[in-house]
């Protein structure tokens, strides 16, 4: 199946600190997602991202659509506590089938 | 207003027992999604369903099946359970307008435990 790429793997940051990660694919996606899961619960959608170069913000959030269409970004700004997690990319090819990246664990520091 | 409600929240099964996971949402989507999740690999596409009476592989169909009789149910079905089957389920709903999968909500998952 389609391979997502998904780093850094874990990141363990301070309290305000920024943060960024991103996923790519072998093949060109048209639609990308991130989305956030907290222990316990599924994941909740953060960003979606329909059109290449796209720059989208959610708050403290920003996610941007690769020119390339085979990545994408998530950054953070200011990360508080509540940010911890396990944030997943999301990507759509031409199948029409959508592919989850293995996901970033987060854990911001006091 | 609920949203997407799995039904068990945890199941241990005996390997070649049966048993069917529900999913239910309220907020009247086309789209329906049964996904599993497994450490360090992600959420994997089990099958999902375009519509009421439709129904689709995904990326891990095998041993699974499903059922869509009413727009907002989707049945996940194990005939014979198997260990390799242990892992949290998880259901999503999504509306048609950005396409399949765009924008979807999930259930808060069922861990299920095949022994």
């Known amino acids: 199946g389609q391979q997502l790429n998904q780093s850094p793997q874990s990141m363990f940051i301070q309290e305000g600190e920024d943060v960024s990660m991103n996923c790519t694919s072998s093949s060109i996606f048209n639609t990308w997602l991130w989305y956030k899961q907290d222990p316990g619960e599924g994941p909740v959608l953060l960003i979606a991202l329909y059109k290449a170069g796209e720059l989208t913000s959610n708050g403290r959030l920003t996610a941007q659509f690769g020119i390339t269409r085979k990545d994408s970004f998530l950054n953070i700004s200011a990360s508080i506590p509540s940010d911890v997690g396990i944030y997943f990319c999301?990507?759509?090819?031409?199948?029409?089938?959508?592919?989850f990246g293995t996901g970033t664990s987060l854990t911001v520091i006091p | 207003n609920a949203g997407v409600t799995q039904t068990p929240k945890f199941r241990v099964l005996k390997t070649g027992q049966s048993m069917t996971l529900l999913c239910a949402q309220d907020m009247n989507h086309e789209y329906m999604y049964w996904y599993r999740q497994d450490p360090g690999m992600g959420l994997r596409l089990i099958h999902y369903?375009?519509?009421?009476?439709?129904?689709a592989k995904g990326e891990v169909p095998d041993g699974y099946n499903v059922s869509r009789l009413k727009k907002q149910n989707f049945l996940l079905g194990l005939e014979s359970a198997a260990p390799s089957q242990t892992s949290v389920y998880f259901c999503?709903?999504?509306?048609?307008?950005?396409?399949?999968?765009?924008?979807?909500?999930f259930g808060q998952g069922t861990r299920l435990t095949v022994v």
């Open positions: 369903s375009v519509g009421e009476g439709t129904t």
């Open positions: 999301a990507g759509r090819g031409t199948g029409n089938q959508f592919y």
């Open positions: 999503a709903s999504s509306d048609r307008g950005r396409g399949l999968l765009a924008e979807a909500f």
